[in-house]
């Protein structure tokens, strides 16, 4: 009904951040809660490249996606780099930090005022009682290609196997031969692409602001720890299941207790069931 | 390396805070320092750089002019961030180390409440933009003056001018924060007194999130023909994107702040037939465009920078207020910022007009940018007359006016 | 100035007691909490709401607040019994969300957004005013001083000891017969007690508090403190308390020096200032300006495990 069609509208937006956030995971165990700053900060420079160059959305998407790959290789490079080995709350402190710098970073250049995309607002297509847009659709096309892209790169190509590889046991993969290294710069990178997108696709949606980065950084950690850390798609799921919880709570409990229901089931799913609904346990610094 | 860096800090401000001492001592050629104290990030973001650069524009010109008093005009810009615990220590450093003698700016009522108790313990002038019911109590001294009218007054405006332009069923939309929160009941009252109802129950929902989808869909179960939402451009642009997207044909009611020169260009065409409200002025009046030409915007038929023109006819209060008192004691300057705001006298709208006449010691009446900017003894605006708009192809076009009812 | 510098000590006072009690808690026991704003916004609502609502004076309202706070502290360790690390993190940031959204939409209680207004003050009748922001200073001043004696006196002795057993590797101690959890239980407890104390405390000193008074972002300036401080030492928390509350006020001054930028742009620098600096923090000077001084008895304290180690804590 009208509540799925929502629920999977709202999931497909933060389902890429997610993916993202949980490849960070896997490879280097610590919470990236700049995931939240760097989608916003995909949303600006998607915004840059439509109103500013005139790209149509889909170019100033793929912008956005580059931008952000790059953002993220330069800080894992500068920030995250040096301090590998250092325990998981260390980095998820630097991580806020780093979430504070960037939403500063952009205000200091952009302003506090908000921006949004070069788009037609149009009302909705109605087909068997249901209510939505061709943006509804795109948005979630998009998405679900690019969730199942990285679904294939991980199970089907070198660069996935290694990856797991890696992420099971970086020691030994180096021992075994494989380009660690490299295989780490292009999981950063497909990560940050993934943020752009989805800073992109909430760019569609929400007012472009730097406060962003808070109202994203939540709701993107709470898809991935519901989905299980060690699971890209199942924290494509896991948005879903965040998207549910949230559209269930403003319709039948409490409209303004939304915000909370995502730490709600982090709660219960971390005392639960720790692993997440498709993750094997992960170790964790 | 950190001890000798917070001892560069401290001698900073050590060193900062010396020319505050001197100035104690040469009153008459010391400058004027004023603080303006605006939302640059938070949740007032999107509005309070508009507030300090009439502040700053309007300093430029004055000082130009040959100042006040002739002395000049030193103002210190501080962020409030939107957080009344932010605030209050930027108020601390305005107060105490840079001896300002009036804090204009404040957006959120949140913050102007939080400050208050201090600057009235200095003796500190506030002038201010805010809609919280429990600001003219906290001033015992009679220094504070809001530019905006309360909450309540915004209630019932809306409610009338919906029911005059013949909508009796109303929904109720509002962000939890302290101004609409409350809205929802004056504006459900205020229809019933009218003969119109409220759709079901005001529906308040938490601005800064990832999705409006969910409250959108509430609010189109309503199911109601006309929909009042009192959000901020933030929450409000987003909203509305959801509630077209959602099929909600009704008629939507807002306010004018939020839907700007930067609404508009975010929704395009759809933003046509959205009525809104404001405290008239502004359009067309002629120190509204004065004050848009200083700050370099162009009149265009728009209600722009809704707060940036209050800001303007705070700092000219405060300045004209210090000319006229010839000091710059809160209560002096207090008393004559309500003889040049209220009248009765010449009309004027800018500082050097004012001063013009206080030279010459003639009465005047400050007829302001933002509203006819008259103060009952509570430092509460008097007029409560509205304006109701309809947005028509990237413009503003006045419909109705109405004075609103509600007390204070 | 020095009516500045008086209320920037109060206010680095609360951020100090605060920050001791997440030494306890982070420092000590390895406990990544970052719901601190939660417990810290109960202590203020709760002791406003004794002292306003129920009109009892200020020492019930604090008490009040440190029990309540108590048992919500009590709540939250048995929710996350198992949690460590990142998790517990994310987990109780959700409790502080949560109760952020309470204070918000339960305005029956609370007044909601637009403001709890606090008429008790924690100063003695016909004070003059210029003797009352000394005097307020002089009682938060003695507050944190008892907070620190008594922290650091739990801190030295076997208790401690224990927390940092656990803090190491909750496996030794369980195996020496120690009942982790009830040891994490007290922490919590006693953790959150101490922060809603900081937080009466803060509420009858500002008298206006605000669901806004109580967000992420004050959480962070406490672990700033922490880490800035020295995790594991109290008088590093104390010292990084004060640190950061002058580096955050000190920023300001630079505004002079910066006029070629518009207000948004140097406060949006201030605030990059400070982050960077927590970062190189953690890079350059990790245990922070007062490290933990381990007993030599203890094994060697080696801050950066290698990367196979299992850790479920620190």
Not at chain 1, 204 to 216: S, T
Not at chain 2, 219 to 232: E, K, R, V
Not at chain 2, 366 to 371: I, N
Request: with cysteine; aromatic share 8%; net charge neutral.
């Amino acid at each position: 009904m009208q509540l799925i069609l929502n629920s999977l509208a709202s999931a497909a937006i933060l389902a890429p951040a997610a993916i993202g956030f949980t490849l960070i995971f896997m490879l280097f165990h610590y919470a990236n809660f700049a995931a939240g700053a760097l989608a916003m900060s995909g949303a600006f420079a998607a915004w840059s490249a439509n109103i500013g160059f005139g790209f149509p959305i889909w170019a100033s998407g793929l912008f956005a996606m580059a931008t952000c790959a790059a953002l993220l290789v330069l800080t894992d490079r500068l920030v995250f780099g040096p301090l590998r080995g250092r325990s998981g709350g260390t980095l998820l402190l630097v991580a806020i930090a780093l979430s504070f710098i960037l939403e500063n970073i952009v205000r200091f250049f952009y302003g506090s005022q908000i921006r949004s995309f070069d788009l037609p607002l149009t009302g909705p297509t109605v087909l068997w009682g249901l209510r939505f847009t061709p943006q509804t659709l795109t948005v979630i096309g998009v998405s679900a290609a690019a969730t199942l892209g990285i679904g294939a790169i991980l199970a089907f190509t070198p660069l996935g196997r290694g990856l797991r590889a890696v992420a099971d046991n970086a020691t030994l993969a180096a021992i075994r031969g494989l380009p660690v290294q490299r295989i780490e710069l292009a999981a950063v990178a497909m990560a940050g692409a993934l943020f752009g997108l989805s800073g992109t696709l909430v760019g569609l949606d929400l007012a472009i602001e730097p406060n962003l980065n808070w109202a994203l950084a939540i709701p993107v950690i709470a898809a991935a720890v519901v989905g299980g850390l060690g699971s890209p798609l199942g924290a494509a799921f896991g948005a879903v299941i965040i998207g549910l919880a949230e559209e269930f709570t403003v319709a039948f409990i409490s409209p303004p207790y939304k915000g909370a229901v995502g730490f709600a089931v982090i709660a219960l799913v971390l005392v639960l069931r720790p692993q997440g609904l498709f993750g094997t346990a992960v170790e964790r610094k | 390396m950190k001890l000798s860096r917070r001892l560069l800090l401290s001698g900073a401000a050590i060193a900062l805070s010396a020319p505050a001492y001197l100035r104690m001592g040469l009153a008459q050629s010391a400058p004027i320092v004023i603080g303006s104290m605006t939302p640059l990030t938070g949740g007032g973001g999107p509005y309070g750089p508009e507030k300090s650069d009439a502040h700053r524009a309007v300093v430029a010109k004055v000082n130009a002019d040959g100042g006040v008093m002739g002395r000049e005009v030193v103002l210190v810009s501080e962020n409030s961030e939107t957080n009344p615990e932010a605030a209050v220590r930027a108020a601390r450093k305005l107060i105490d180390a840079d001896g300002v003698s009036a804090i204009l700016g404040t957006w959120a009522s949140s913050v102007t409440l939080g400050i208050m108790p201090l600057c009235q313990e200095a003796d500190v002038l506030q002038l201010y933009s805010g809609s919280s019911d429990y600001l003219p109590d906290a001033d015992r001294k009679g220094i504070c003056f809001n530019l905006q009218p309360l909450n309540r007054a915004w209630a019932v405006a809306l409610a009338d001018l919906a029911v005059q332009r013949g909508f009796k069923e109303v929904g109720f939309a509002g962000p939890k924060n302290d101004f609409a929160s409350s809205m929802g009941e004056s504006f459900g009252e205020s229809m019933q007194k009218l003969g119109g109802s409220i759709s079901g129950e005001p529906f308040y929902y938490n601005p800064d999130q990832a999705s409006y989808r969910a409250e959108a869909e509430q609010l189109i179960q309503l199911d109601a023909p006309a929909l009042f939402i009192a959000g901020y451009i933030t929450d409000f642009t987003p909203m509305f994107r959801e509630l077209v997207r959602g099929g909600y044909t009704g008629q939507i009611f807002a306010l004018s702040f939020a839907v700007g020169p930067e609404f508009k260009t975010a929704v395009g065409d759809a933003a046509n037939g959205i009525l809104h409200g404001s405290p008239v002025p502004p359009i067309g009046k002629d120190s509204y465009d004065a004050y848009l030409e200083l700050v370099g915007l162009t009149p265009n038929g728009q209600v722009q920078a809704s707060y940036g023109c209050m800001a303007y006819d705070e700092i000219n209060l405060c300045l004209l207020g210090m000319e006229a008192a010839k000091s710059t004691e809160a209560a002096a300057v207090a008393a004559e910022i309500r003889k040049i705001a209220n009248g009765p006298g010449d009309r004027i709208t800018t500082f050097a007009e004012g001063k013009a006449l206080i030279s010459a010691a003639t009465p005047m009446n400050y007829d302001g940018a933002s509203s006819s900017v008259d103060f009952q003894p509570n430092g509460m605006l008097q007029s409560r007359d509205f304006a109701l708009y309809e947005i028509e192809d990237g413009t503003d076009t006045i419909l109705l006016t109405t004075t609103s009812s509600a007390t204070e | 100035m020095e009516s500045y510098l008086v209320a920037i000590l109060t206010t680095a006072s609360v951020y100090a007691i605060l920050a001791m009690a997440l030494n306890l808690q982070y420092g000590l026991t390895g406990l990544m909490n970052f719901g601190i704003v939660g417990f810290f916004g109960i202590g203020a609502y709760a002791s406003g709401i004794v002292t306003e609502t129920l009109g009892q004076p200020m020492v019930v309202g604090t008490l009040a607040a440190m029990v309540v706070a108590g048992v919500a502290g009590a709540l939250i360790s048995l929710l996350s019994l198992r949690l460590s690390g990142d998790f517990l993190a994310i987990v109780t940031l959700g409790f502080a969300e949560a109760m952020r959204l309470a204070f918000n939409n339960e305005d029956w209680l609370t007044r909601g957004p637009r403001g709890f207004l606090i008429m008790t003050r924690p100063v003695l009748d016909g004070l003059s005013r210029e003797a009352t922001p000394w005097f307020i200073l002089a009682v938060f001043a003695a507050a944190t001083l008892v907070t620190y004696l008594l922290l650091a006196r739990l801190a030295r002795g076997p208790f401690g000891r224990v927390l940092r057993a656990i803090r190491e590797d909750d496996l030794v101690p369980a195996t020496l017969g120690k009942n982790v959890l009830l040891y994490r239980l007290q922490v919590f407890v006693l953790g959150s007690a101490v922060m809603a104390l900081a937080g009466s405390f803060y509420a009858h000193y500002i008298q206006t508090i605000t669901p806004q008074n109580f967000t992420t972002p004050v959480a962070i300036l406490v672990w700033m403190s922490v880490i800035v401080g020295g995790a594991g030492n109290m008088a590093g928390a104390v010292v990084g308390a004060l640190v950061i509350t002058f580096i955050y006020e000190g920023t300001r001054f630079l505004a002079p020096w910066l006029s070629g930028l518009d207000p948004t742009q140097i406060s949006s620098l201030r605030f990059v200032i400070i982050g960077v600096l927590l970062i190189a923090m953690i890079r350059f000077r990790p245990e922070g300006i007062l490290p933990e001084r381990v007993a030599p008895s203890r094994r060697d304290a080696d801050k950066s495990p290698p990367p196979q180690t299992r850790r479920g804590t620190t």
